[in-house]
């Protein structure tokens, strides 16, 4: 048996398709959704990242502003910039591109971004909106990387209704949100967080109907760990050099020989990676339509 693919690629071109007619109301409307982004530094994985969130919110329709600080900028400098994203209003949402340069206080920069234009949905008080209300409609932005895993499971059938998630990591991003978003009443399922302090993690992998893999540690979700036909949602990125290419490449959190236990496994690269960016232009779309009055 081999598993069947989670395409996160094929997904998130449904997505834009979607966000695409979604933008032309918009504009019929007067607005353009506008969507920008923070880097300080110039590291090159982030500004491959970056760059891909510009290229594809403008294959949509939409605008991008792209801001860049040197990697010696100051919190007062940074914080000045927030502050004019947040007035600006041709900005409907941004993210300041992760991680920041160790000088900066990364909390204090992030609380200060417009909870209503935080594209990432990670604000402390979207996060708290979150915690807050399990039922009724939620109307400010949702963690997108969380929201990426849960659309590429429901856009692929997969129910998750009183299904048993079992997260590896309890990093903001995903392992510490994803919870929050799955134990609401529109999903209805079951979640255990794992993380470094746990003792026997395969004990807990191995009673999971989904496992989603996000530690950041190379194969740390192995076959033997899997029950047969379970999902399987790598998250992970380790940027290491392949021995046989020796160029550098991303390896996943979930071993490649997964797929001959798992039911559902999604590519890494091709899984969440393309659905975190299709939901991130998601939220910031949903801010300007907010705003022009066509949706809570
Ligand atoms: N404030 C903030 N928000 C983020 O959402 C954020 C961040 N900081 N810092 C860095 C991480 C990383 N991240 C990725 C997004 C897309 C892919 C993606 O689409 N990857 C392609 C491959 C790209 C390639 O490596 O060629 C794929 O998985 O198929 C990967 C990683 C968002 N991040």
């Given amino acids: 048996m081999t598993a069947q693919v989670l395409d996160g690629k094929a997904a998130s071109a449904a997505i834009k398709t979607e966000l695409a ?3 032309a109301v918009l504009k019929e409307h007067g607005v353009t959704p506008g969507i920008a982004t923070v880097l300080v530094g110039a590291d090159p994985a982030s500004q491959l990242y970056v760059g891909m969130k510009h290229r594809q919110s403008e294959a949509i329709g939409m605008n991008s502003i792209q801001r ?3 990697a010696d900028a100051t919190q007062e400098q940074v914080e000045a910039l927030i502050d004019e994203l947040n007035a600006d209003p041709t900005c409907h949402g941004y993210i300041v591109q992760l991680p920041l340069p160790k000088h900066l206080d990364t909390d204090r920069i992030l609380e200060r971004i417009d909870p209503e234009k935080d594209a990432d949905g990670l604000h402390p008080t979207n996060l708290g909106r979150l915690v807050l209300n399990v039922n009724t ?7 997108c990387t969380p929201r990426g895993v849960i659309e590429l499971l429901l856009r692929n059938g997969y129910d998750l209704n009183g ?4 997260v590896v990591g309890r990093g903001v991003t995903i392992g510490r949100s994803i919870g929050l978003l799955l134990t609401r009443r529109e999903y209805n399922a079951t979640v255990t967080l794992t993380h470094t302090g746990t003792t026997d993690l395969g004990a807990h992998l191995r009673e999971a109907d989904v496992i989603v893999a996000a530690a950041g540690v190379k194969h740390i979700v192995r076959p033997e760990h899997v029950k047969p036909g379970a999902a399987v949602l790598d998250v992970g990125v380790t940027r290491e050099d392949d021995p046989e290419t020796g160029k550098s490449r991303v390896y996943g959190d979930v071993h490649p020989d997964v797929v001959e236990v798992a039911g559902w496994v999604s590519p890494n690269p091709g899984g969440v990676g393309p659905m975190t960016v299709a939901l991130l232009m998601t939220n910031v779309v949903e801010v300007a339509e907010r705003q022009a009055g066509l949706r809570a």
């Fill in 68 to 70: 860049e600080l040197p």
């Fill in 21 to 23: 007619e979604r933008v």
């Fill in 163 to 166: 299904k048993h998630v079992v």
């Fill in 137 to 143: 409609p939620i109307s400010s932005p949702l963690p």
